[in-house]
């Protein structure tokens, strides 16, 4: 690995800010972006600063071209069927929010998390608890910080609509056995939603061959921009 190269790709690394940045390890939190990131926001609003999808003109269309380019790449880079599987959120935490509020959970409704969510997806559940009187279960880690299938099972039941879970933990690096999660749920006639904030950035997902339902991950967690949120939503689902 030529690190004197990537570095060079980054700017912030030979600014002076109070001393030169000698390393970055935030990066699950937020990367750094290098230039040819800046580079590529530099020239939409130089060279193309329109609305996508809507304008006739020449600078909109290049943006909805490159817009449909982007969106044919993402939907590649996860797995995806089909680009209209994929649409473009603020953050992860919208596409948690978008589908714990929007797909029509009702009182007495069952949703089944972990033990390790990330606030964006506990604080939307726990909400959904006390305005729409859903349910909550709480699937406990084994002693070893790994996933409990068993238990996860124990769990389920007719009144589970949905499992949202934690792809990958920000706290452990750990990852659950997907395609298993799913399956069990998909037996129950539960929908799946999947944080993947944390895996996206770091391993390969196949959303197809998972057959998750609904994926929720971050842009500026991958190189890329601030307020770009990836949302896959299965395309029998999108309604
Ligand atoms: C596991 C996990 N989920 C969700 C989020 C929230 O991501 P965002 O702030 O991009 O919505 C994070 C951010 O650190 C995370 O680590």
């Known amino acids: 690995m030529d690190v004197a190269r990537i570095r060079n790709d980054f700017p912030v690394l030979s600014k002076e800010i109070g001393g030169k940045l ?9 990367t750094l972006r290098p230039k040819q990131v ?21 600078m909109a269309t290049e943006v909805s071209l490159r817009c449909d380019q982007v969106r044919a790449r993402v939907a ?7 680009p209209t599987e994929i649409a473009f959120l603020k953050n992860t935490t919208e596409g948690l929010n978008t589908v714990i509020f929007g797909s029509s959970l009702r009182k007495g409704d069952e949703v089944v998390t972990t033990d390790y969510e990330h606030n964006s997806l506990h604080v939307p559940v726990v909400q959904a608890a006390n305005s729409l009187g859903i ?21 389920m039941s007719k009144r589970v609509k949905l499992v949202a879970m934690c792809l990958t933990s920000n706290v452990t690096g750990y990852t659950l056995p997907a ?21 996206a950035p770091s391993q390969k997902i196949d959303v197809s061959d998972i057959g998750v339902d609904y994926l929720a991950c971050s842009a500026h967690k991958m190189c890329g921009p601030s307020g770009v949120g990836i949302f896959f939503v299965r395309s029998d689902l999108s309604e």
């Open 22 to 30: 000698p390393i970055y390890f935030d990066s699950a939190c937020q």
């Open 38 to 58: 800046v580079g590529a926001i530099d020239e939409y609003y130089e060279s193309f600063p329109a609305c996508a999808g809507r304008s006739v003109h020449k």
């Open 76 to 82: 590649d880079f996860l797995g995806a069927e089909t």
């Open 135 to 155: 349910r909550q279960k709480i699937v406990h880690s084994s002693t070893d910080d790994t996933f409990d299938l068993e238990l996860y099972e124990q769990n």
């Open 179 to 199: 395609r298993e999660v799913v399956d069990i749920a998909h037996s129950y006639g539960a929908k799946v939603l999947f944080d993947a904030a944390q895996t």
